[in-house]
């Protein structure tokens, strides 16, 4: 199993930063790489498309709103990988003004090297998050 996780401090409190990325359907209010999101299963998967048109379907694993993080899995995706789960949390920083933002997965490669699939996920998440952070900034 390969991991990979990429983090971003906001200038924001943690409550304004959840209440932006904490719904499991919220990606495309913040993720540009994600337009458009379909919930299904009584809000537990997600149907995503992606500029490209491709499509990824992922399932709502574990959701705590206390600590302010959510678990998903992909069951369907263009990616080279298995068994994916990731996990987003939002942590707050000392001065409570700010916050932690981490994106984490954990997944096993196939057809591909360990070291592209974690640089596939960085990326991805890496990318995100500094979109995140433009939206805070605006």
């Known amino acids: 199993m390969t991991q990979t996780m990429a983090t971003i401090e906001i200038p924001a409190s943690p409550g304004q ?3 932006l990325i904490g719904g499991f359907n919220s990606l495309p209010d913040w993720l540009p790489y994600i337009p458009n999101s379909e919930l299904g299963e009584g809000g ?3 149907r995503l498309v ?3 048109g491709d499509v ?3 399932r709502l694993e574990a959701f705590n709103e206390k600590d302010r993080s959510y678990t998903y899995s992909i069951m369907e995706a263009p990616f080279p990988v298995t068994d994916y789960k990731s996990t987003i949390r939002v942590r707050e920083l000392e001065d409570s003004q700010a916050s932690l933002v981490e994106w984490s997965g954990s ?3 196939v057809g591909v090297s360990d070291q592209e699939a974690a640089e596939l996920f ?3 998440y890496k990318d995100g998050l500094q979109a995140l952070g433009q939206a805070f900034l605006k």
């Open 17 to 19: 930063v959840w209440a």
């Open 44 to 46: 537990r998967v997600r």
């Open 50 to 52: 992606n500029p490209d």
């Open 56 to 58: 990824i379907v992922e």
């Open 107 to 109: 997944f096993t490669p």
């Open 122 to 124: 960085h990326g991805i």
